[in-house]
């Protein structure tokens, strides 16, 4: 009777399900083969909701399933068994469970070869799990305890454009050229709150946003951005930075739109380029910002031009400066919408 009762619900609503992704077939087989733990929505056949039900092991997935949700479980074992079946995984979310790299069986996620997002955040992960599957796009693993990348761990990641650490325990020489190598496509890298003392090394250079804030970061290498041409936003809020850390035109880079210092040690403004549009200083130890110290260079003869300044987003609150705010910082931002001070 239960098995009547799936494949008319299956019926009803075959006509609202693309054919091209889930053929009627499949979706009956997925129905019927849904753990009894779980919940498999007919109008989203292919999802598989598992979380919130305090499981200790993962049940048998269906052979149909593209989204896996197991969050907020008790799962401490990340089994092959389980997964067996579940070859057409593209997404499965792991996070706030108490999943080891003991725990974690010999090939398991390298099994999931279609799999793109990686969710295993809020975990008890000490190394970044290995082998990973080839076409993974997204990794996040915030809030474990990795201390450690191992090396060649990223080898062959070519369509790796995510990657999550923060909040765990990494330190300066955990993120290196050769623990990072392989990474050819990375957009994005998380390493705010870690234990890092120095900027990272071996980032590649289709890199566009770095966030390494509540690390304790004291200097920036001069040739430091050198390698890296796409930077777009730079996050080093709540570090160590002061004036003597930082050279003189290091953050002068034309491709950079939003760079964030709040919470630091800085006694001046930093030089920046005309194209930068946000830019986070509060929190600091400024006294006072003149036009000649902020405004790039050429900038009050340029600003009708396409070339001219570029900032719209400027935040000095938290530091020593008292109002009114100077009438050529307005002159050399035209386009300023809003400033916090």
Known sequence: MEWL??????LILASQV????????????QLHACPKECHCPPSFPNAVYCDNKGLKRIPAIPPYTWYLYLQNNLIDVLSTDALRNATQLRWINLNRNKITNEGLEADALKAMSNLVHLYMEDNLLTSIPSPLPAKLEQLRLSRNRISKIPAGVFSGMDHLTLLDLQGNKLQDDAVTEVSLKGLNSLIQINLAKNQLNSMPLGLPPTTTQIFLDGNNIEKIPAEYFKG???????R???NKLANGGIPKNVF?????????LSHNQLTEVPVISSGLEHLHLDHNKIKSVNSSDICPPGALDDYLDENG????YLRLDGNEIKPPIPRELMMCFRLLRAIVI
Do not use: G
């Open 18 to 29: 693309r054919s091209d992704e889930v053929p009627y077939e499949h979706m009956i087989s």
């Open 252 to 260: 002068n880079l034309s491709s950079i739109l939003d760079l964030q």
């Open 228 to 234: 890296l041409p796409k930077v777009v936003s730079l």
């Open 309 to 312: 300044p570029r900032l719209r």
């Open 236 to 238: 080093l809020n709540r």
């Open 5 to 10: 009762m799936v494949a008319f619900v299956a």
